[in-house]
Structures are given as structure tokens and as C-alpha cells.
């Protein structure tokens, strides 16, 4: 089981597989890592945890992740979150440097994303009263598989 005190990190992938793959390469690096494949799943999470990093699929269908950062922002003005845009660099999804903090172009070396993830959570600040979180979804499923096995 992982640590409390690990940084968290949450990935919005509205394509499953990506979303499992990204999961699967995270979800042994020391941090509490949880997924949603919407914007409506992804602000529940928002709002009961604060996460050092927040992975977005900027070309996600409806404009899903445009609305999640204006609502994100919105409903947790005071979050230290760096915000990560994957993005396709031929598509026209407007990104919002106010909000995003560094973007990443598609197709992504999923090595470099898993560097870039674990390296930019250990050094985001904690938000000065942070919110106590659930299980880490990668604790909660590393539980289960512990059990399967056992």
C-alpha cells in the first residue's frame, strides 16, 4: 500500500484505452493515482481531493475538458493543481494558459509522460488546508489484486 503523504494525481482520458494503459504505467510510481473518463466524473474527484497533477485529454468529444478547467477553477480557486493538456497539435481545442500549465503534443511517449508526471507531483506545493482524500484508486485495485493472489 502506498504512502499518505505521496503526491496524487488524476488522469481524464475519455478513450478507455488509453485511460487503463496510462493507469497501468502510473499506478506503480510513488503516487496515489485515480482515472475518470468524463468531466462530470473527473470534478466529483476534484472535490474531494486536492492533486499535486492533473492529466487532461484536451481533445476529449463535447468539449469535456474545456468545461472541467472552468469549473475546476472555478469551484477550487485555491488549488496549488499543475495542470498537464495532452493535446492533438493539429486540433483547434483553445487552451487556456491561465489555467493549464504545460502542454504536451499527441502522440506521447508514455516513458516520457510517466517521467514528466512522477518528476512535476514530488515538487507541486500541497494547498496550505488540503483536503483529506479517499484511497488512491491504484492503492484500492493493488488491494484487490493483493487479495486475488493471496
Not at 96 to 121: F, H, N
Not at 133 to 149: M, Q, S
Amino acid at each position: 500500500m502506498k504512502s499518505k503523504d505521496e503526491p496524487r494525481i488524476l488522469i481524464i482520458e475519455d478513450h478507455d484505452v488509453l485511460r487503463v494503459l496510462m493507469f497501468t504505467l502510473l499506478r506503480h510510481e510513488p503516487l496515489g493515482v485515480d482515472i475518470a473518463a468524463t468531466a462530470d466524473e473527473a470534478l466529483q474527484k476534484v472535490t474531494s481531493c486536492d492533486y499535486a497533477l492533473i492529466v487532461i485529454d484536451m481533445d476529449m468529444a463535447d468539449s469535456e475538458a474545456a468545461r472541467f478547467l472552468r469549473e475546476f477553477r472555478a469551484e477550487r480557486p485555491e488549488a496549488t493543481t499543475f495542470i498537464l493538456a495532452v493535446c492533438d497539435p493539429a486540433g483547434d481545442t483553445p487552451v487556456d494558459p491561465e489555467i493549464v500549465s504545460a502542454m504536451l503534443t499527441k502522440p506521447i511517449d508514455l516513458q516520457t509522460l510517466a517521467d514528466i508526471v512522477r518528476e512535476t507531483a514530488q515538487v507541486v506545493p500541497p494547498p496550505p488546508d488540503p483536503l483529506h482524500c479517499p484511497p488512491a484508486e491504484n492503492d484500492t485495485r493493488w488491494d484487490l489484486g493483493d487479495a486475488i493472489t493471496n
